[in-house]
C-alpha cells in the first residue's frame, strides 16, 4: 500500500474560555479542550466545553479529551455521548491501561455509545510515550488496539509532565514505526508530549498526521495562557518545512 503525505495539522490544547480567541484567530487547525491540571488528557468541565464549542463554530476543528483512563465506567459512555451530540470532531482517550483485553471492551463499548448518534465525530487513542515507567500498554499496541476497536486514529503523548518530551523517551525508528504501521492499518497518526519548535521539522519528516502542542504555544509553562504569536510561529515552522520537503 503507497503512504500518502498530508501535511500536518497543528493541534493547540486550550483549557480556558478566554483562551479561545487567540486560538481562533491564529492558525491553528485543530482546537483541543482538556483540562491540564488533572492530568495529561484530564477531562474539562461541561461549562467549558459548552462554552467552547458555541464560540468556535465552524472555524476550527475540535477534539476534547475525556481522561486518562484506566477502566471502563458507564460514565466514559454518557460521556462520549454528549461529546458526539454536540459534533465535537474528536474523542481522545488516554489508554493508561495494561490489560489489552479491558482496553478492547472498554474501547469498543464508547465507540458503540458514539455510533448511536450517527455523526462523525472520531476516536483518537491515545497511548504513553513514558509506558515503561507507568505500566502502560506501548503505543505500538495501542496501533492494534485501534485496529480492532474500529476506531480512526492514533496519538503518542506523554503521560507524566515533568518537562520530558516524547522523543526523550522513544527513539526515533519506533516513532517510524509506530508512522508506518498505523497508515497500513488505515489510521491517521498524531504526535504531542512536551513538544518544542525545534521538534517540528522531525514531526514533519516522520509523516504525523497532527502536531500536538500545549506547553510551546502558551506564555509561561503549560498551565498558562496560549498566544496567537506563539501558535503562528509553530504553524510557520510546518509550513517551511513541509515544503522543504514536498515541495518541488
Aim: net charge negative; with cysteine.
Amino acid at each position: 500500500m503507497s503512504i500518502v503525505r498530508v501535511k500536518p495539522k497543528l493541534l493547540i490544547s486550550i483549557w480556558t474560555v478566554d483562551e479561545v480567541p487567540e486560538v481562533i484567530n491564529s492558525s491553528a487547525d485543530i482546537i483541543d479542550v482538556k483540562d491540564p491540571s488533572i492530568g495529561s488528557l484530564g477531562l474539562p468541565s461541561l461549562d467549558v466545553v459548552l462554552s467552547i464549542v458555541n464560540s468556535v463554530e465552524n472555524y476550527k476543528e475540535i477534539s476534547v479529551a475525556i481522561g486518562d483512563v484506566r477502566e471502563y465506567s458507564h460514565a466514559l459512555s454518557y460521556i462520549a455521548y454528549t461529546l458526539s451530540l454536540l459534533d465535537v470532531d474528536y474523542i481522545k482517550i488516554g489508554i493508561e491501561m495494561n490489560d489489552y483485553d479491558k482496553a478492547v471492551s472498554t474501547v469498543s463499548q464508547i465507540r458503540r455509545t458514539i455510533a448511536y448518534c450517527n455523526n462523525e465525530t472520531d476516536i483518537v487513542l491515545v497511548s504513553y510515550a513514558d509506558w515503561k515507567s507507568i505500566g502502560t500498554l506501548e503505543p505500538l499496541k495501542v496501533i492494534d488496539l485501534a485496529k480492532v476497536a474500529k476506531v480512526q486514529g492514533v496519538m503518542i503523548d506523554t503521560r507524566i509532565k515533568d518537562g520530558k518530551s516524547t522523543f526523550d523517551h522513544i527513539p526515533l525508528r519506533y516513532l517510524e514505526e509506530f508512522v508506518l504501521n498505523a497508515n497500513r492499518n488505515g489510521l491517521y497518526t498524531a504526535i504531542a508530549g512536551g513538544l518544542r519548535a525545534e521538534h517540528i521539522p522531525t514531526c514533519v519528516s516522520l509523516g504525523f498526521n497532527v502536531i500536538g502542542v500545549r506547553t510551546a504555544a502558551c506564555s509561561g509553562n503549560r498551565l498558562g495562557r496560549v498566544s496567537r504569536e506563539a501558535i503562528n510561529a509553530l504553524k510557520i515552522a510546518i509550513e517551511k518545512h513541509w515544503n522543504e520537503l514536498y515541495t518541488f
